[in-house]
T-cell receptor, first 116, second 119 residues
């Protein structure tokens, strides 16, 4: 069964600095999707960034970028120029791309604190 | 554009009482629908998902059930709540695979959540 592991329960970063959140996953599949979701104090889950496994290029969305290492099954999220509004729980998620697959598997999350 | 509505936002129920959480999606047809539970300080646990009307897949044996009476409606129920049912419940949807395509494909979109406290 596929699993997603986030080994950092909590991280802190100084405002304007850069922080990297780690995520590893276990799968025997070659085609899949990876996601990072943000859950602010409002608890609304918001998609941050998405990566397709067949694409070698790392996804980027403004200050958010990923380091996708397929062989190592690693998918880390880098937040540059951290802002107070980035403080939230961050969840890594995985989904197989195989036809007939519908489940999204989530990690346990990393709580990010941004220090002023 | 597509929107997802989930209610009630907050619910306090006594042990042994019934439960009904409702979720509807607008602006799309034949979505895949999901119910997740988030216990305090923990990750998201998939409870149920549905790929069509009347088609429910259960991930975790428990005191809960789900139904999909209409294409864009997903209901989470319980006949008798337990203390352990307390948590934050999230409904979500994704594009059905047959319709998937483009950069937005396969993204899971969540409702605002329902906080359930069982006393």
């Amino acid at each position: 069964a596929q699993t997603v592991t986030q080994s950092q329960p909590e991280m802190s970063v100084q405002e304007a600095e850069t922080v990297t959140l780690s995520c590893t996953y276990d799968t025997s599949e070659s085609d899949y999707y990876l996601f990072w979701y943000k859950q602010p104090p409002s608890r609304q889950m918001i998609l941050v960034i998405r990566q397709e496994a067949y694409k070698q290029q790392n996804a980027t969305e403004n200050r958010f970028s990923v380091n996708f290492q397929k062989a190592a099954k690693s998918f880390s999220l880098k937040i540059s120029d951290s802002q107070l509004g980035d403080a939230a729980m961050y969840f890594c998620a995985y989904r197989r791309a195989t036809s007939g697959t519908y489940k999204y598997i989530f990690g346990t999350g990393t709580r990010l604190k941004v220090l002023a | 554009s597509q929107t997802i509505h989930q209610w009630p936002a907050t619910l306090v129920q006594p042990v042994g009482s019934p439960l009904s959480l409702e979720c509807t999606v607008e602006g799309t047809s034949n979505p895949n629908l999901y119910w997740y539970r988030q216990a305090a300080g923990r990750g998201l646990q998939l409870l149920f998902y549905s790929v069509g009307i009347g088609q429910i897949s259960s991930e975790v044996p428990q005191n809960l059930s789900a139904s999909r009476p209409q294409d864009r409606q997903f209901i989470l129920s319980s006949k008798k709540l337990l203390l352990s049912d307390s948590g934050f419940y999230l409904c979500a949807w994704s594009v059905h695979r047959r319709l998937a395509g483009g950069s937005g494909a396969n993204v899971l979109t969540f409702g605002a959540g329902s906080r359930l406290t069982v006393l």
